[in-house]
């Protein structure tokens, strides 16, 4: 029998990611008879308005130690700014809907992924809305029905986008980094939505912490928990792209020790989970303040 419980979460970020990074991914799934689940970003791609931020050392640090252009493509770095942005969900549907046709889960992500994650610490209630409200649109018009789940980008999350996504009636979200399964509190107020968290380091802050892809793999097998459940997060544009030797490697490293699930199957199992306080916290390897469970 398995003893680690493993749950891949797979953020699609960037029109290349979907047109190229989720084919790859869904092949390699399909031969390790692996469920996951992803997050569809569906809106346009403006993924060169992240050049915006390069005055920042620790972001040009960052990019520059994780091959920006080999990653993402040269095409992506310019998406959004001399580059027309290409709308991922009209654009890259036919990929898209084949991570359903295939058994996997698919939950939203985001409209625009780089507006979202730039700037949703500034937005307004209203703005946060609006931004879900027209991906749940291009959702909806992709897969035929709306997202049952969310998963912020770059883990962004506060009191008002719990709020928000109590009223949209997700049945889980994924919108943080923790160590189990919880309900969001601030001060003494609890929400309803549950909340997946990514559990485990990424192999890019690996990375970005100096490993090796040799030594990042080791590392990641070594964290593997046998109890209760662990959650990866992983890109189309990053391990089902440049890196897709090293995730490879990963699986391989796995063989039988590992039974794969959904998040909405580790949702299903802790909906008695408790209540944590949810706090901004910061993670080694990995550039500004993220949505974190306070342990």
């Avoid at 020790?257 to 080694?284: Q, Y």
């Amino acid at each position: 029998m398995p003893d680690i419980k493993l749950a891949l979460k797979i953020d699609i970020d960037s029109f290349l990611g979907a047109k190229n990074g989720v084919p790859k991914l869904l092949d390699l799934l399909k031969q390790s008879r692996i469920r996951a689940t992803f997050f569809a970003s569906v809106g346009p791609d403006n993924s060169g308005r992240a050049i915006l931020r390069a005055y920042d050392p620790r972001f040009i640090k960052r990019m520059l130690k994780l091959g920006a252009g080999k990653t993402y493509g040269k095409y992506t770095l310019f998406y959004g700014t001399l580059l027309k942005a290409p709308v991922i969900g009209l654009e890259a549907k036919r990929e898209l809907r084949q991570i359903s046709q295939q058994g996997h889960e698919v939950g939203l992500h985001a409209y625009d992924h780089i507006s979202w994650h730039s700037g949703m610490k500034r937005w307004s209630r209203g703005d946060m809305q609006h931004e879900l409200k027209k991906g749940i649109s291009i959702f909806e018009d992709v897969f035929g029905r709306k997202p049952m789940s969310f998963a912020s980008p770059g883990w962004q999350a506060n009191e008002d986008l719990v709020s928000i996504e109590d009223e949209l009636g997700f049945g889980y979200c994924s919108d943080t980094r923790g160590k189990n399964c919880f309900y969001p509190r601030f001060l003494n107020r609890e929400y309803r939505t549950l909340q997946v968290p990514t559990t485990l380091p990424t192999f890019d802050e690996l990375l970005m912490l100096g490993y090796d892809e040799d030594s990042a793999v080791d590392k990641m097998v070594a964290l593997l928990s046998k109890k209760g459940y662990n959650v990866l997060n992983i890109h189309p544009e990053f391990e089902g792209s440049s890196r897709f030797g090293m995730f490879c490697k990963f699986l391989g490293r796995l063989g039988s020790r590992a039974s794969f699930l959904t998040l909405k199957d580790i949702a299903k199992k802790e909906v008695g989970a408790k209540s944590s306080e949810l706090v901004w916290g910061k993670v080694r390897g990995r550039y500004g303040t993220l949505g974190c469970q306070k342990l």
